[in-house]
């Protein structure tokens, strides 16, 4: 659970960058690809990801734009355009409207009672955990991977070096 906003700020400054390197990657061809029929597809999950932060109004944080749509733009560029003005929308909601005494504070989320630092480390997990599935879709798709955590094989073939498994 995060206890102060600075210390979440700057891992979510630093998950969401990975993640706009990621959504920069994909192309209007791949937004359809899935690991099966009646799986989410590609476009799907990155379009999840973004509509995530409008539950970020349940915490009690008001924002100064418009929530993502519910119908995902059919543009690859698009999802990652409306990803960005999401992240940054929020962030300027949480400076402007939290402190680090509203990370104790307790809601309910989902049928849970959950303090506001522990729903704002859910929801970098749960953004990791669909940035995940997402690079492996992209693998199935065609698509060079970029570096999430570290070098990808691509980065490694790039570099003239053997890729290490």
């Known amino acids: 659970m995060f206890t102060s906003i600075d210390a979440f700020l700057e891992e979510f400054e630093t998950e969401t960058a990975i993640t706009a390197r990621v959504l920069d990657s994909l192309t209007d061809e791949s937004l359809g690809q899935a690991v099966a029929a009646d799986y989410r597809t590609l476009g799907q999950i990155a379009w999840h990801i973004v509509g995530s932060y409008n539950y970020m109004t349940y915490l009690g944080l008001s924002y100064d734009e418009p929530l993502a749509a519910e119908e995902a733009p059919s543009s690859a560029a698009a999802i990652a355009a409306e990803y960005r003005r999401m992240t940054q929308t929020f962030m300027r909601a949480l400076r402007s409207q939290w402190t680090d005494e509203t990370l104790s504070r307790v809601v309910n989320m989902f049928g849970e009672d959950w303090k506001n630092g ?7 997990r749960h953004e990791i955990h669909h940035r995940g599935q997402m690079t492996v879709l992209m693998r199935q798709a065609g698509l060079r991977v970029p570096d999430v955590l570290g070098p990808t094989r691509d980065d490694w073939i790039a ?3 053997k890729p290490r498994v």
Do not use: H
């Open 159 to 161: 570099q003239g070096e």
């Open 118 to 124: 522990a729903s704002l480390r859910f929801s970098l």
